[in-house]
Nanobody, 127 residues
Framework: QVQLVETGGGLVQAGGSLRLSCVAS????????MGWFRQTPGKEREFVAA????????YSATSVKGRFAISRDNAKNTAYLQMNILKPEDTAVYYC????????????????????WGQGTQVTVSS
């Protein structure tokens, strides 16, 4: 069973950048599609970005397109979320998620499609 641990969150000024990492323990990381989600108090978990198991297919939410980029390094069992031009409305707890897939180009943009989750990392963007 893959376990996920997110790191890289913190406090940053608007316009700044952060890179989140999601390290997976266990085997067969390259067989998992990965996603990033975020959540603020009182709101539902929101999709941010997803990547296929091969890394060849990605998809981002409209709200972050052009500012955030998802990537992965299967040799390091790690998925990344590079966040640039951060805005105060990006403030949230960010979670990575994983799901085993059979097709290397598959990715998912809904939280219900994932069965493995990390504990989350707080990102706070000050104005």
């Amino acid at each position: 069973q893959v376990q996920l641990v997110e790191t890289g969150g913190g406090l940053v000024q608007a316009g700044g950048s952060l890179r989140l990492s999601c390290v997976a323990s266990g085997r067969a990381f390259s067989s998992y599609a990965m996603g990033w989600f975020r959540q603020t108090p009182g709101k539902e978990r929101e999709f941010v970005a997803a990547i296929s198991s091969s890394g060849g297919s990605t998809y981002s939410a409209t709200s972050v397109k052009g500012r955030f980029a998802i990537s992965r390094d299967n040799a390091k069992n790690t998925a990344y979320l590079q966040m640039n031009i951060l805005k105060p409305e990006d403030t949230a707890v960010y979670y990575c998620a994983a799901r085993a897939v059979l097709v290397s180009t598959t990715y998912y943009a809904t939280s219900g499609s994932y069965n493995l989750w990390g504990q989350g990392t707080q990102v706070t963007v000050s104005s």
